[in-house]
């Protein structure tokens, strides 16, 4: 009663209709369009787009065309408050930069025409976009005109989705895909979700989850995939699917999945020409193979390219591609699990066929707050690579932290693989550069679900945002996404714009600190993976443990990769390995990852490394509430809704990264034996509170499925 008091006194307050019809629940993204705030801006643009032509090779509409002319009509009347006039033209020249490029240029006179010309529709879409976020972040009118292509060619989202609308490692409530409904009904969220993949250069997405259902194999399915494949194709996406090594078995009623018998290859052609009379576009498959328990050619005694290329035939005569992963390990092999999918995938390159990819996590675990690039990346280079990123935040806080992950890709993308000379960085090797491979990939686990803000934690969807920024362009700053994506999502008061901006950007560091600084990892709750588990040393299998990652012990902490321990690092290139391989020029925030360092031992600060360990956790404690009070500061710039929600979000995570400091710091001082340096804050409870610690229901996580 006495809320809904309160909640009529602000609806008067305001005027009600106002305050409902604006109420800012982050469903719109970055793609708000609301009235460009200053004046004389606004006024600026105005002038200078009088109308705008869509400039094309055959100068007709097209369902992108039309998607294109929406978007920028509705976008320009939210921004300047007009309408536009949106024609389409035949292109003069053509645009450099191939299928998807774009260039924009800004006409003279008293209704000067914006010309947005492309080689193809698609490109249109994209120049459209690109202008309408050069009017959100309030760019000068001379920049309106910009041009842009993409350095990568297959951009796509990894739904981690289950037919049963459970999402693997998702936070943000459940699948999108409303299989049961479908394909009859389609919910306008379909193409809300189209519209902003192809807003941040996204073309493609793999709709299910790489633990495979085969059931999205057979006809009944198909003609749900067919449904949104229509949704998605006028801006510009292409779905893929996971499949299932043994669908021959499963749906097909072949005794065998042996990719070697003709009986199995030939389920698989008739079963891609099924998929293509109902997508004639259909991207390809991902596969998951012999890998966490999903089957694979290895349970007939043949090895990955025997499986990734019985797909690839399959899908050749209609264009597809196999994006085969690199995700493997076993713990029947004794070796370190870092190794085990470079030792794995180093003898078959150069014995895929064309159409396949490679996926290749960041690094060589999974996912974790930081690791090093993956030494495939540096190994295969007859094979193209796909890099492998995660959107979802499975180790990072889920959908409760704040954790900006563009700062995390780019490490990796800069990194230099050295496998052609320096220079040779892992971007320059997945974009084609470095082999001239053909054809490129690049994929991105998503973080998107049912929540109204699409994303769980509003900040979160600027991941999605970054990822698709860098798919497209990884030369563009994290400094400038940060900038872009705050712009649009909030504002361009500039008030705003640099706090959170620096939010976003220390985040993923902070992260790190108060989880696994120094180049500690997994080292998190068994299962569902959040919050801290140092002390977990039975999970089934012992790569499964956080003991086997960190081998805490009186003497030191950290897993010796070097060549008296698991020689990990000889699996990078030698002036790569020369750096990682000496605890001396190895970077610290890699330290932990390849050397067992004594407790004792000084590092660059002088201090020991115990120390620092804890100063690291501690700093990632108090950058949070720093967060916290420059969040409060923004009350009233940023609007209420998402004002509270994040400030909410801020009060867990400073509660989070305290348990992360206290229960990671208690267990490893039971080996250092030394005391909290000065500066630490003792933890509040003994040992026991956090070893003990059990969470339920943890969204995401498989026990849930
Ligand atoms: O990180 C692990 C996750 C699994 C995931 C697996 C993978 C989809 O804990 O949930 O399964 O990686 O990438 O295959």
Redesign the pocket.
């Known amino acids: 009663m006495k809320a809904l008091r309160i909640l009529l006194l602000f609806f008067t307050g305001c005027g009600l209709t106002l305050s409902l019809a604006r109420a800012e629940d982050g469903y719109r993204l970055w793609l708000r369009y609301d009235p460009v705030a200053d004046e004389t801006l606004r006024s600026a643009y105005t002038q200078a787009v009088g109308r705008v032509v869509l400039a094309t090779p055959d100068g007709t509409e097209s369902p992108t065309i039309a998607a294109a002319r929406a978007e920028l009509v509705a976008g320009l009347r939210g921004l300047l408050g007009r309408e536009v006039a949106v024609e389409c033209a035949k292109v003069s020249a053509p645009v450099s930069g191939g299928d998807e490029a774009y260039a924009i240029t800004l006409g003279q006179g008293s209704a000067p025409t914006v010309v947005i010309a492309a080689n193809r529709d698609v490109g249109a879409l994209y120049g459209a976009f690109a202008l309408l976020r050069q009017v959100q972040t309030a760019r000068p009118v001379g920049e309106l005109a910009v041009s842009g292509a993409p350095r990568i060619k297959r951009r796509m989202l990894n739904h981690?989705d289950n037919l049963t609308r459970f999402v693997?490692?998702g936070q943000a409530g459940f699948s999108l895909w409303n299989w049961f409904e479908l394909p009859e009904v389609i919910d306008p969220r379909y193409t809300d979700y189209a519209r902003a993949c192809a807003s941040i250069g996204l073309n493609g997405t793999v709709l299910t989850?790489?633990?495979a259902n085969a059931t999205v194999l057979t006809e009944q399915y198909l003609v749900k995939v067919a449904a949104l494949a229509d949704v998605f194709r006028p801006y510009g996406v292409r779905v893929y699917l996971t499949a299932r090594f043994s669908a021959p078995k499963e749906i097909g009623g072949l005794p065998t999945a042996d990719p070697l018998d003709p009986a199995v290859q030939a389920w698989w052609k008739t079963k891609a020409e099924e998929i293509y009379r109902h997508v004639p576009d259909f991207g390809g498959f991902l596969v998951?193979a012999n890998?966490?328990g999903?089957p694979g050619p290895q349970d007939y005694g043949r090895n990955h390219a025997d499986g990734a290329n019985l797909l690839a035939d399959a899908l050749a005569p209609h264009g597809g591609v196999v994006i085969w992963?690199a995700?493997v390990y076993s713990h029947e092999a004794p070796d370190d699990r870092a190794k085990q999918a470079y030792t794995e995938f180093t003898p078959l390159d150069g014995t895929f066929r064309a159409n396949v990819f490679v996926q290749v996590?960041n690094g060589a675990i999974?996912?974790m707050p930081r690791e090093p690039f993956h030494p495939l990346f540096g190994a295969m280079p007859r094979t193209p690579l796909a890099p492998?990123l995660?959107i979802t935040q499975?180790?990072l806080g889920g959908a409760l932290q704040l954790a900006f992950l563009a700062p995390m890709w780019k490490e990796t993308l800069e990194s230099d693989t050295f496998c052609a000379g320096a220079g040779s960085t892992v971007a320059r090797v997945i974009d084609g550069s470095v082999d001239r491979l053909g054809d490129s990939a690049i994929a991105g686990?998503s973080n998107v679900g049912t929540d109204r803000n699409w994303t769980g934690h509003p900040l979160a969807a600027a991941n999605w945002y970054a990822f698709g920024r860098l798919a497209w362009d990884h030369t563009v700053t994290s400094e400038a996404i940060a900038d872009e994506w705050t712009r649009m999502t909030f504002s361009n008061d500039p008030t705003v714009v640099a706090p959170v901006t620096a939010m976003l950007l220390a985040s993923h560091e902070t992260v790190v600190n108060y989880s696994m600084p120094l180049g500690l990892h997994h080292i998190m709750a068994e299962g569902h993976?959040y919050g801290p588990g140092p002390w977990v040393d039975d999970a089934g299998r012992a790569d499964w443990t956080s003991v086997y990652y960190h081998r805490a012990n009186e003497d030191g902490v950290g897993f010796d990769r070097t060549a008296t321990g698991s020689n990990a690092v000889g699996q990078y290139r030698p002036e790569v390995a020369k750096v990682f391989g000496d605890p001396k020029r190895c970077p610290e925030k890699f330290l932990l990852w390849f050397h067992h360092v004594p407790w004792d031992q000084p590092l660059a600060s002088g201090r020991p490394l115990w120390d620092e360990i804890a100063l690291h956790y501690q700093t990632g404690v108090d950058a949070v509430r720093a967060w916290e009070k420059t969040w409060a500061a923004l009350a009233g710039k940023v609007d209420a809704a998402r004002h509270a929600h994040v400030a909410a979000l801020l009060k867990r995570q400073e509660a989070d990264a305290r348990f992360w400091r206290d229960g990671c710091l208690l267990y490893f001082q039971t080996f250092s034996k030394r005391p909290l340096p000065a500066g630490v804050e003792p933890a509040e409870h003994p040992l026991d509170h956090y070893r003990n610690f059990r969470l339920h229901y943890v969204p995401?996580d498989?026990a849930m499925r």
Do not use: C
């Open positions: 981690w693997e490692r989850n790489v633990n998951k890998s966490e999903q992963r995700f996590k999974d996912f492998e995660q499975e180790y686990v993976h995401g498989p």
